[in-house]
């Protein structure tokens, strides 16, 4: 694949995911809650499958715009990446990070999880969904971009071999590099389709669709019941990004799809906000006496999608807003400011 390959392709991937991520996110809210049995077939299914796609997608996406818009390669370049990483993970990392926190402290009482040590959760063992950011600015850190494929597989034979050392392995390692063994291959895989060519042919179809159909199958077979089998998750992963990813490089070829790229800029403040709404909203409900499953989910879904956008759309024409949410672009629209 050529430096050329339209990067649409990505927007319709991290749509598909984030919509998943929230729906995931709101569902398990509702298992907490007790309005679904956890006896009926589909209690635990969409929850261990949650865990299996979405963020992986996110991974992949990440690793190939990543490559994708490499400029110098050199140790002083990605220093300046790490740093520019800090800045654009680490604000809304951080900020939303403690905005969470002390929600569930100040709700302690109407929320479904209890909060953690401050310090612990922001460098140690992150909350979800931030720990996302955590572990990918750990990933810019230690994968540096390259200008050659044999550079590309290398790394993604040190991924692979870092997921089975985890997988097989027993020893006990710290929150990041867990984190970062279980991902990286993701990333790598996202590094390494910047220069892959598919064909686009009946073959790598027929393939991809069989990989679709035994991952509704294994899926079948072991997450309709409360399972922890990290190797099974893996390969639910395996069988599932892959032709998710494959269908969209298929659609969007050549820049078809062009049109969601007016969506872009809405995927991470949803990701940071979904969960705070969605809570808000349910504790809002109930206090007030409203326990109907129906209300909850409606209006627990608009305003996981539609409030975040809503906060975006006015953050993003003051740059002190928007620097909670994409610092980097809100330091821009800063400085063009003062030079004008």
């Known amino acids: 694949m050529s430096q050329k390959r339209s990067i649409s392709w990505v927007d319709g991937a991290k749509i598909l995911a984030i919509i998943m991520v929230v729906t995931a996110h709101f569902y398990m809210s509702v298992c907490k809650m007790g309005w679904v049995d956890k006896d009926v077939v589909y209690y635990c299914l969409p929850i ?10 996110f991974f992949v996406c990440s690793g190939f715009l990543y490559q994708f818009f490499k400029k110098e390669i050199g140790f002083k ?35 479904n999880s209890k909060p953690t040590p401050i310090l612990e959760t922001l460098f140690i063992n992150p909350m979800a969904p931030y720990w996302y950011l955590y572990v990918l600015f750990f990933l810019f850190v230690l994968i540096p971009r390259v200008n050659k494929k044999r550079y590309l597989y290398t790394i993604l034979v040190i991924s692979i071999a870092a997921k089975a050392f985890v997988l097989l392995s027993h020893i006990g390692l710290p929150y990041f590099v867990n984190r970062c063994c279980n991902n990286a291959i993701w990333f790598a895989i996202g590094m390494l389709l910047t220069v892959i060519k598919l064909k686009y042919n009946l073959l790598e179809k027929i393939v991809f669709v069989m990989m679709a159909v035994v991952g509704i199958v294994v899926t079948l077979k072991f997450f309709t019941y409360n399972q922890n089998n990290p ?7 395996v069988l599932f ?3 998710i990813v ?19 800029k809405y995927i991470l403040p949803i990701f940071l906000m979904h969960t705070i ?6 504790i809002v409900l109930l206090k007030i006496g409203v326990d109907n ?11 996981s999608f539609g409030l975040p956008a809503l906060v975006y759309y006015v953050a993003e024409k003051k740059w002190f807003l928007l620097m909670f949410i994409e610092p980097l672009k809100a330091m821009k629209m800063r400085k063009n400011k003062i030079n004008n």
């Open 77 to 111: 370049s990605h220093l300046l990446n790490i740093k520019n990483k800090a800045i654009a993970l680490g604000i809304p990392y951080f900020v939303f990070s403690i905005i969470s926190l002390l929600l569930k402290n100040v709700f302690s009482g109407s929320v």
């Open 48 to 57: 261990q499958l949650a865990y299996c796609i979405p963020v992986q997608i």
């Open 293 to 303: 499953i129906t209300i909850h989910v409606i209006a627990g879904m608009i305003s």
């Open 241 to 243: 990004v892959f032709p």
């Open 246 to 264: 494959y269908l969209f490089l298929y659609l969007m070829r050549n820049g078809r799809g062009s049109n969601l790229s007016k969506f872009r």
């Open 277 to 282: 709404f969605a809570s808000m909203i349910r």
């Open 231 to 237: 190797s099974i998750d893996f390969l639910v992963s």
